[in-house]
């Protein structure tokens, strides 16, 4: 099976609302490799690996994950594989 990387984006946490769900995001189907909260905007971005958007937009559903936008994502540098110094000044 091949992936594809997606961003997952939700802003305005409503009252109540955990972050909790995004851990389910890693499914049979797809993996989590990130999630980050940017405070000053009030969004959350997961990216998150699958077959296809469809596939992943369903898993967020079923793990009560509310998604406000998705889509194609490109990696710059990888998580398992640290930026160079010289790919840290470019960011």
């Known amino acids: 099976m ?3 990387l ?3 984006e939700r802003y305005d946490r409503v009252p109540g609302e955990s972050d909790e769900p995004v851990a389910a995001l890693t499914s049979g189907a797809t993996r989590l490799r990130g999630a980050v909260r940017i405070p000053a905007d009030d969004v959350v971005l997961a990216l ?3 077959p296809d958007a469809e ?3 369903a898993v967020a559903a079923a793990a009560g ?3 406000d936008r998705l889509g194609p994502a490109e990696w710059i ?3 398992d ?3 160079s110094p010289s790919q840290g000044d470019r960011l």
Do not use: K
Request: charged content about 15%; some cysteine; hydrophobic content about 50%.
């Open 2 to 4: 091949s992936t594809r």
């Open 77 to 79: 540098a990888a998580p």
């Open 65 to 67: 994950w509310r998604v």
């Open 48 to 50: 998150v690996e699958g």
């Open 81 to 83: 594989c640290p930026a």
């Open 55 to 57: 596939t992943v937009a």
């Open 6 to 8: 997606f961003v997952l």
